[in-house]
Antibody, heavy 125, light 107 residues
Framework: QVHLVQSGAEVKKPGASVKVSCKSS????????VHWVRQAPGQGLEWMGWINPHDNGAASAHTFQGRVTLTRDTSIDTAYMELNRLTADDTAVYFC??????????????????WGQGTLVTVSS | DLQMTQSPSSLSASVGDKVTITCRASQDISHNLAWFQQRPGEVPSLLIY???TLQSGVPSRFSGGGFGTDFTLTISRLQSEDVATYYC?????????FGQGTKVEIK
């Protein structure tokens, strides 16, 4: 059974950085992309980026380029999202989600079929 | 950048009604389109991918269609548990892009 468990809520001051973790279990971590999506209060879903745990490749939305860093630690099956230079507009729930296969697999894989529980990041002075 | 535009932004329908939500891509995305349901206070849940393939466990009253730039999500007979916001998503490659969402309520 696939599980993605995220780190707890954070409160940060403007200008600070936040690092959210996403620990995976129930599948081979390096076989699937991990995506990050955020949702500001009362707003829609915003895709942030993905990391390929197999080769450490990453891509991010233009909105976040230069401010977001996606990393992973394959020894503990955990992906990380770090966002720098926080402003109040970054107040949101941040989700990780399992993406499609990062390697050739004999099964069909789906986009964002499994999600973490979300991590609330509040940016306030 | 690619834009995904959903319509309507919200709708109200009666239990048992047929409901259709549309999603338009600003450029051809083939069949790389997924639909998600997010009930109030919950994590998003995948309904459909590849424009028309139903995710395992999703009720058959949900269906998807379309190709290229125009896509639809249809709920054949609306149920009370379908109250949620629905999002389309262009996937594969980078960037991925969500639509702005359609809020579905019961009349």
């Amino acid at each position: 059974q696939v599980h993605l468990v995220q780190s707890g809520a954070e409160v940060k001051k403007p200008g600070a950085s936040v690092k959210v973790s996403c620990k995976s279990s129930g599948y081979t971590f390096t076989n699937y992309y991990v995506h990050w999506v955020r949702q500001a209060p009362g707003q829609g879903l915003e895709w942030m980026g993905w990391i390929n745990p197999h080769d450490n490749g990453a891509a991010s939305a233009h909105t976040f380029q230069g401010r977001v860093t996606l990393t992973r630690d394959t020894s503990i099956d955990t992906a990380y999202m770090e966002l720098n230079r926080l402003t109040a507009d970054d107040t949101a729930v941040y989700f990780c989600a399992r993406g499609r296969a990062a390697v050739s697999l004999p099964i069909a894989t789906v986009p964002l079929g499994d999600w973490g529980q979300g991590t609330l990041v509040t940016v306030s002075s | 950048d690619l834009q995904m535009t959903q319509s309507p932004s919200s709708l109200s329908a009666s239990v048992g009604d047929k409901v259709t939500i549309t999603c338009r891509a600003s450029q051809d995305i083939s069949h790389n389109l997924a639909w998600f349901q997010q009930r109030p206070g919950e994590v998003p849940s995948l309904l459909i991918y590849g424009a028309s393939t139903l995710q395992s466990g999703v009720p058959s009253r949900f269906s998807g269609g379309g190709f290229g730039t125009d896509f639809t999500l249809t709920i054949s007979r609306l149920q009370s548990e379908d109250v949620a916001t629905y999002y389309c998503l262009k996937f594969d490659g980078a960037p991925w892009t969500f639509g702005q969402g359609t809020k579905v309520e019961i009349k």
